[in-house]
């Protein structure tokens, strides 16, 4: 208090305030030429300063199987078209079950722990884990059969909590590969139906498929598998029912195996309409299923929205927008020519579509049909 005091004393001496009141020394003026070159500096400056400052979102990506090259570079492709930048603005971390679907909530809660900001979950069994470890921090899922059902969301206009994304309606379309199937191959009356009875919707899926046989004229045959080690009991028991067709129901799991499956179709003579391209690659006869790496560019707007401060409570789900169908060239022929068929019957908006047929250099065929066609 003393030294304070004796300050404030000293402003009062006329010498003192002289002094300090004085104008500078002209050794201490800038002179005119240096301040172009500071303003300058300050200009360049701060903009590097902002852009050390700018945030750097972290997502986790959860995936029940290995993810395939081509739906990741369609994901990326979707963030960069809105501006985020891998390292720059925006870093995805991925972690992958390999097919081990016990091992996601362990895997979601590395995510969480790492400071995931948002949380990408590819398909029902990964949005259950995600939800089941966080209720805050955003989720995004890719290619949900039905979020509805399964609790993760409570409906598709008001999701509500912190969960929203994309479904691929997989109720509906199921029957509809059924009907592709008895298209391609008119004879096939029965059709073992193969399926993950450990993912909730495909329940929903084979309780829709069963009740859609009256119209098809077809019987179906259920043939239940939990994990890949089921699937040799699975085939065992198709081979003593005998059926003359197979359908797999779209799931991790069965993607996750769509090699042994494509292989046990061609070993037994089984016509057989799978869910996605990749089936078909590995020797399977047709698919049909939703257009994956559309809904993984589709997926980069909610991320967008919500990093943004958009609230996921509020985001209304989209349904799949675009389907495809893949199939060998023998299977080509028969499906474009019942196509060719039934275009008269088509809304114009579905007739347009089939004549986008292409043929791949593999000998397949890729057609692209918006919802409700």
């Known amino acids: 208090m003393a030294v304070i005091m004796e300050r404030s004393q000293q402003s009062l001496n006329p010498c003192i305030d002289a002094q300090y009141a004085a104008p500078l020394s002209p050794a201490w003026k800038l002179p005119r030429a240096t301040a172009p070159v500071i303003l300058a500096l300050g200009l360049v400056l701060v903009p590097r300063i902002s852009e050390a400052e700018q945030k750097v979102y972290k997502l986790g990506f959860l995936w029940g199987l290995p993810p395939i090259t081509e739906w990741i570079a369609a994901f990326d492709q979707g963030l960069s078209d809105l501006g985020w930048i891998e390292g720059k603005n925006i870093v995805v971390e991925s972690r992958s079950a390999d097919g081990h679907f016990d091992r996601l909530p362990g895997l979601c809660a590395e995510l969480v722990r790492d400071g995931a900001d948002l949380i990408v979950a590819f398909s029902a069994p990964e949005t259950l884990a995600a939800r089941q470890t966080t209720s805050s921090i955003p989720i995004v899922f890719v290619v949900h059969g039905d979020p509805v059902y399964t609790g993760d969301i409570q409906s598709l206009a008001h999701p509500g909590g912190n969960v929203t994304g994309l479904s691929q309606m997989h109720p509906e379309l199921s029957a509809k590969q059924l009907g592709l199937l008895k298209q391609v191959a008119p004879r096939v009356q029965q059709v073992a139906v193969v399926w993950n009875a450990g993912n909730a919707p495909k329940y929903a899926d084979w309780q829709y498929l069963n009740s859609a046989t009256r119209t098809l004229d077809i019987a179906?045959?259920?043939?239940?598998?939990?994990?890949?080690?089921?699937?040799?009991?699975?085939?065992?028991?198709?081979?003593?029912?005998?059926?003359?067709?197979?359908?797999?129901?779209?799931?991790?799991?069965?993607?996750?195996?769509?090699?042994?499956?494509?292989?046990?179709?061609?070993?037994?003579?089984?016509?057989?309409?799978?869910?996605?391209?990749?089936?078909v690659e590995a020797g399977g006869l047709i698919s049909y299923g939703a257009n994956f790496p559309d809904l993984l560019r589709r997926a980069a707007g909610y991320i967008d929205k919500i990093l943004k401060g958009g609230d996921p409570s509020s985001m209304p789900v989209q349904s799949c927008s675009t389907y495809l169908i893949l199939g060998a060239a023998r299977a080509a022929l028969k499906a474009s020519q019942r196509m060719a068929a039934a275009a008269g019957r088509l809304p114009p908006r579905c007739q347009v579509r089939i004549h986008t047929l292409t043929r791949s250099r593999a000998g397949w065929f890729v057609a692209a049909f918006p919802t409700g066609c």
Do not use: C, W
Request: hydrophobic residues 40%; glycine residues 4%.
């Open 220 to 279: 179906v045959q259920s043939f239940p598998v939990y994990n890949p080690v089921d699937f040799d009991s699975a085939f065992a028991a198709i081979r003593e029912q005998r059926p003359d067709g197979m359908l797999t129901l779209g799931d991790p799991l069965t993607v996750t195996m769509r090699n042994k499956l494509a292989n046990f179709a061609l070993q037994e003579r089984l016509p057989t309409v799978f869910t996605h391209r990749q089936f």
